[in-house]
Every structure is written in C-alpha cells, then in structure tokens.
C-alpha cells in the first residue's frame, strides 16, 4: 500500500515553455500533497504543501506564480512549472499523506530546460 | 526555527557491521519521527517511523526514540553493500499546541557507504 506516481518521469523543454507534472496517490486519498525540490547533491528543499480542495500553501522564496499547484482531487495534483528557465531545472518529487500522516513519496520528475 | 541535524558523513563501515545514524531535532512538542533512505538519483523511501520512546525494531533496522533528549537514531545491523545510502531523518512540525502541521522538517542527511 501507500504507491505514489509521479507522470513524467523526466522531461526536456525549451527555456520558456510551460511544463505539468502529476502525482497520483494510487492506493489511498490523500488528503495532503507535498512537492520537493532537490538539485544536485542538496537536500530536499519543500516548494508548497497543498490540501485538496484549498489553495496551496508556499514556502517563503517559491514563486507561487511560477510554480501552479493544483490538488483537485484526494488522488491527483498538478505541478506546473511556468515559463521555465535553465535555473528551474532540478529533480521535483512529490509526496502525499492521509490526515497529517506518514509521507510517501512518489518516485520524482527530471526537469531539464534548455 | 525548527532544525533537525544530522552528521553529514560520509559514514564507512564494513560490511556486517553495524551502522549508527544520529539525529537531533530543535522542536520538543514534535510527535512523529522518520527515516527515510535516498538512493542517488532517487526520491526517498520510508524505512521507519517511531513515535514513543525506546526502540522499534523492524528487520535489520533499529530506530531509538529518546524525546527527552530530543535525540532519533537509526541502527542498521549486518550493513550490506546495498545500504550504501543518504539517510534523511524527518521530524513532523508541530503547532504551538500540539497539533500536526502535516508537513515534515528534514534533516540534510548522512551519506552512508558499505564497504565490501
């Protein structure tokens, strides 16, 4: 129990193009999603925690503008890195909970923007 | 600020030895203690959770509780190569009054390495 996916597993863009990036819990419903970011060597920094239904909530620094989350369902939320630029290149996971509980994450995103 | 700290490493033992992993963490209201291992290249994957004191014991991994201490420590007994690993010890924030934020404070992590 307790799977998390993540859709793509990698992707390449052109600097300024829009990428999304899913995280499903497939097992159970989530009631709160939380996306990473870690480059290279780092440790996981924490973008925005999101509860489905409501408004993300960002960490201090994260663009919320830049960085679109939309949990819409107890099962699914959207990452969407607008714009993207060469610096937003990095390694995105995702994880998801049940009522505030153990997180499980989902197995990552490799952005690559040229 | 919340913290939780955790000896960079690397860490190198044999293999068959025992491996201990420390870890101190800022927030003494803090209910929820984990371990999770990151392979390079890979998202992290739980191993243990602990929430009383004491030991928990599952398998070859040993996670110790001291609250008091504000102290979590994860023992992997017989290390085997492929428990090279950064291990990342995560604390659950709290609110003032006790209740859970939902959201984890990380440690940076200790970089353990197997030797054959």
């Known amino acids: 129990g307790a799977v998390v996916s993540q859709h793509p597993s990698w992707v390449i863009c052109k600097s300024g193009t829009s990428v999304k990036i899913e995280c499903r819990s497939l097992?159970?419903?989530?009631?709160?999603m939380f996306w990473y970011r870690q480059f290279p060597k780092q440790s996981l920094m924490l973008m925005a925690t999101?509860?489905?239904?409501?408004?993300?909530?960002?960490e201090q620094g994260v663009e919320k503008d830049k960085f679109l989350i939309n949990h819409a369902s107890l099962t699914l939320s959207t990452l969407t890195v607008t714009s993207a630029h060469p610096e937003d290149s990095s390694f995105y996971i995702c994880?998801?909970?049940?009522?505030?509980?153990?997180?499980?994450f989902g197995p990552g995103t490799r952005l690559l923007v040229l | 600020q919340k913290e939780v700290e955790q000896n960079s490493g690397p860490l190198s033992v044999p293999e068959g030895a025992i491996a201990s992993l420390n870890c101190t963490y800022s927030?003494?209201?803090?209910?929820?203690f984990f371990w999770y291992r990151q392979y390079s290249g890979k998202s992290p994957e739980l191993i243990m959770s602990?929430?009383?004191?004491g030991d928990k014991e599952d398998g070859r991994f040993t996670a110790q509780l001291n609250k008091a201490s504000q102290y979590v420590s994860l023992l992997i007994r017989d290390s085997q190569p492929s428990d090279s690993a950064t291990y990342l010890c995560?604390?659950?924030?709290?609110?003032?009054?006790?209740?859970?934020?939902?959201?984890?404070?990380f440690g940076k992590g200790t970089k353990l390495s197997v030797k054959p």
């Open positions: 994880s998801a909970s049940r009522r505030a509980e153990t997180q499980y």
């Open positions: 097992d159970f419903q989530a009631t709160t």
């Open positions: 999101s509860n489905e239904g409501s408004k993300a909530t960002y």
């Open positions: 927030d003494r209201v803090s209910q929820s």
């Open positions: 602990i929430y009383s004191n």
């Open positions: 995560a604390v659950n924030a709290q609110f003032v009054w006790g209740g859970s934020q939902g959201n984890l404070i």
